[in-house]
């Protein structure tokens, strides 16, 4: 059948497409053909304009006989097809064609609008991130990949992956910036639903894959093997790697050796908590972004209170802000001083509730020992003892996430968050765990400041 002279490019294409979708699987037609534009024709050549060069790459290896096939049918036998992004072509043999397509739309995954870096404080302690995070956004795939920032929880990490992902979207790459835990979830929902294929196109024709809190797939295997496969495809065609984590890849002992190698192929960063100065220029940087006069005592204030986590210290501000306002009075050092003391003892726990006191209270509440808590024992009710320890030690001790696994029978810092991260979810929707940690409290101290 020859093309019907009136047809444009797009109007040939888009009758080709209709018979390429009969003939290739729907995750497949979606990924890669979905997107695509008949751009022009002439001189028995057919351009096709694509999102972006890793479409291209591998329409041009796996279905260009299929597509050229295709087109024939409807034009004439010795078409020959190039794919062009973005107005380069893709081929060997250099066409020029006036149309150009527009810039793809990014691919990317709740980018919070304020996280970019003219609003990330450089201090001391991020010096060495932040530059870091630049030179990724600027250089995609050429330099640190992959690049490894961990460090405690809202010390910056998350604002520094975000920030990375508006640079990269910016210059029209295809990001995916989500969570290890979303990228769990969505394997597994892909498991049940027999699509892992559209799943694998997805992660893996991306431009930059952004991945924050990766040790939540420490311990779960078939997660760490997809998530292997898709670094891998990543990585050896130069795409960038940023991930997040609370500990470098050495000290996540849970997860696979050759996913903790390949995390130190490229840099690993540590964001340390903010000093003093640095604390300082944070609450004059959120003050100004919120449009509120705060005097300079009342910040000097806040910012020597000794807070290691960026979000405690901009809840300080809000606190001290909202405190003044129901009061009806100007923020002062006294207004400060009042509206932060009730939450004094949270952020200075008392020294004598130590780790091995935790235990006690817990194992004692659950019917355990020591040894049954600290042990390799699995079943539902020590499960949860054993995460609920874990959760208090974070809340009422300074300890570190490595300490506390270690604490609680030598376990990785990943099995500590993830503890966390599990009670912390469940606290509103659970009676039994809420009844277990006021129950706990109780064994505690009289008066105890266990916190929800």
Known sequence: MGVIPSLTPQEIWEAALGELQLQLSRPNF?????????????????????????????????????????????????????????????????????????????????????????????????????????????????????????????????????????????????????????????????????????????????????????????????????????????????RQIVITSDCPPQAMHLLQERLRSRFAWGLTVSIEPPDYATRLAILHTKAAQKGLTVPQDVLEFIASREQDNIRLLEGSLNRVIAYAKLLRVAPTLETAARALEDIGSREHPTTDLTPAVIIDAVSRSFNLTRDDLLGRRRDKDTILARQLAMYLMRRETNYSLSRIGQELGNRDAAAVTHACKHITAHLQDNPFIRRKLDEIAGLLRPKSHVAR
């Open 30 to 238: 979606r990924t890669w053909l979905a997107k695509t534009v008949g751009m022009s024709y002439q001189d028995k050549t057919f351009v096709i304009g694509v999102p972006n060069a890793f479409a291209a790459e591998y329409l041009e290896k796996n279905q260009r006989s299929l597509i050229e096939k295709t087109l024939r049918s409807l034009t004439e036998p010795d078409v020959r097809v190039v794919f062009q992004v973005n107005g380069r072509s893709h081929a060997s043999d250099e066409v020029s064609p006036e149309a150009v397509i527009p810039p793809p739309p990014p691919v990317f995954m709740r980018l919070n609008p304020n996280y970019v870096f003219d609003t990330f404080v450089e201090g001391e302690g991020n010096r060495l991130a932040r530059a870091a995070a630049i030179t990724v956004a600027k250089h995609p795939g050429q330099v640190y990949n992959p690049l490894f920032i961990y460090g405690g929880v809202g010390l910056g990490k998350t604002h520094l992956l975000h920030a990375i992902g508006h640079i990269a979207c910016a210059s029209h790459i295809n990001v995916i910036c989500t969570s290890a835990e979303q990228f769990t979830n969505e394997f597994l929902s892909a498991l049940r639903e027999r699509n892992t294929e559209e799943f694998r196109n997805k992660y893996r024709s991306i431009g930059m894959l952004l991945i924050d809190d990766i040790q939540f797939i420490a311990g779960k295997e078939q997660t760490e093997e997809s998530f292997f496969h898709t670094f891998n495809e990543l990585h050896n065609t130069n």
